[in-house]
């Protein structure tokens, strides 16, 4: 039997609970998918809590379906989702479709919606044609308790069909896994969801699973869709021997295929990469250390999963040298510049924009539709803080005023302790009032949020 490796230390048994170790290594689960059907998807979600079993052991959750993994919603560009969400927990609880292109209004993307204990609220999204392909994601985002919903179990994966179009022939049929980066703390039999502490231990899954085994032959490349979708904490995620190429981040298709030795996924973030089997062996996928600064948190080393490289050697296909088209903000007229400092008090209990804490009946930021804006978002505190804006994605410019040669558009950034990240954002095709905020959810629910309208 191995131990388990978790957050805090390599242990055996879960972080915060005494529980003997459990069976590590089992192959890796997808979650299940609900795929949309000549230009609709028709799903239904059940919140609720309920006894699951997750990572080895049974533990009561926040579910959707009765899953702590819930179902990945599969759609293409130019679909209409119609979603009904029914409540069956105590609390009230609400729906966001993170980093979707998509109206914030009506029964749209709204996150002022609140869908109190025993009602069911119907959803409709209708999504524009050149809606981005790649990985999204769907999660609560009830203020102020969205944190404890998501870190209880309230989070899933949203694929957009499309991205494998822009790969060699050779590799459109390739074998593709959503790699769910998802945590959980322990209380008792139960996932911890009161007295959160970002820091504190915890367990680190891929869609639920403790260190599960991923299967590829030597040569052979595969698609992996790695989403932070945890409520607070930050994976920088790192393949031995092995470098990750990237075909879309945030959901954006990259105009240039660029590699890198680790990725950085701040909370929210999601990247899609290609992975070539090496050699046959056994090789970890980790999450190294991580520091998000002298006020922040430090994130120890983990292992997420092992890659098995065996079978018969296939021959690699070669990589083109461009990707997919993006729009360049470089040279676009603006209507506005703007500074959005972000702050906190020094007992990390309260947080803020601009000097206020979130009020959802004031509108901070008011943008017209069709133009492009400059914010320059400041960070004043002694810790990493990831923004992100909803309804329209960004192109940064620059961190700390060292020029970004972005290769795509990005829907969260992270910003350094004291420093700032410049971007531009071009607000299309929707109006209505949406947020901007810190993904750290802990974060947002202490204040660190502000409304945005944008107007004709």
Not at 18 to 32: F, H, I, Q
Not at 153 to 181: C, F, M, Q, W
Not at 426 to 435: A, C, N, P, S
Request: aromatic letters at 8%; a neutral charge; charged letters at 20%.
């Amino acid at each position: 039997m191995v131990a388990i490796l978790v957050v805090a230390t390599v242990v055996s048994g879960f972080a915060g609970s005494p529980s003997p170790s459990v069976r590590e290594g089992a192959p890796l689960r997808d979650p299940s998918q609900l795929v949309s059907h000549r230009g609709v998807l028709r799903a239904r979600l059940v919140v609720e809590r309920r006894q699951v079993e997750v990572a080895g052991h049974r533990l009561w959750s926040l579910t959707y379906n009765g899953d702590y993994m819930p179902p990945t919603l599969r759609i293409r560009p130019g679909d209409r989702l119609e979603l009904a969400m029914e409540n069956r927990l105590g609390r009230y609880t609400n729906l966001h479709v993170h980093g979707l292109h998509v109206s914030p209004s009506g029964n749209s993307d709204n996150v002022f919606i609140h869908i109190d204990p025993g009602q069911t609220f119907h959803y409709s999204y209708r999504f524009p044609d050149n809606l981005a392909p790649g990985t999204y994601w769907y999660h609560s985002h009830a203020h102020p308790i969205s944190g404890v919903q998501v870190a209880g179990g309230l989070s899933g994966v949203i694929v957009v069909e499309g991205l494998k179009r822009y790969l060699p022939p050779g590799l459109r049929d390739i074998t593709e896994h959503v790699i769910a980066l998802k945590d959980f703390q322990i209380q008792g039999d139960a996932i911890r969801t009161r007295d959160l502490h970002i820091g504190a231990p915890t367990n680190r899954t891929v869609n639920g699973q403790l260190n599960p085994t991923i299967h590829i032959r030597p040569g052979e490349t595969q698609l992996w869709r790695l989403a932070n979708i945890s409520a607070n904490i930050y994976y920088k995620v790192h393949l031995d021997g092995q470098r990750f190429q990237v075909i879309a981040h945030d959901a954006n298709p990259v105009d240039r295929i660029w590699s890198a030795d680790s990725l950085l996924l701040a909370a929210g973030s999601r990247f899609d990469v290609l992975v070539r089997g090496g050699p046959p062996g056994r090789t970890r996928l980790q999450t190294l250390p991580y520091s998000t600064g002298s006020a922040g948190n430090t994130f120890p080393q983990a292992t997420l999963a092992t890659l098995v490289s065996e079978g018969t050697p296939t021959h690699p296909v070669e990589l083109p040298a461009t990707f997919a088209p993006t729009e360049d903000l470089s040279h676009a007229a603006l209507a506005a510049r703007r500074t959005i400092v972000f702050s906190e008090n020094k007992a990390g209990t309260e947080f803020y924009i601009n000097g206020r804490q979130f009020d959802m009946n004031r509108v901070d930021i008011r943008s017209k539709l069709n133009t492009v804006e400059e914010w320059t978002v400041r960070n004043d505190s002694d810790e990493e803080h990831s923004f992100h804006v909803h309804t329209n994605d960004f192109q940064l410019m620059s961190t700390n005023g060292r020029p970004h040669h972005a290769h795509g558009w990005q829907d969260t950034v992270n910003i350094p302790p004291r420093g700032q990240v410049v971007i531009r954002i071009h607000f299309t095709d929707y109006t209505g009032k949406t947020v901007l905020h810190c993904h750290i959810l802990n974060h947002e629910d202490a204040g660190m949020m502000a409304v945005l309208e944008i107007v004709k």
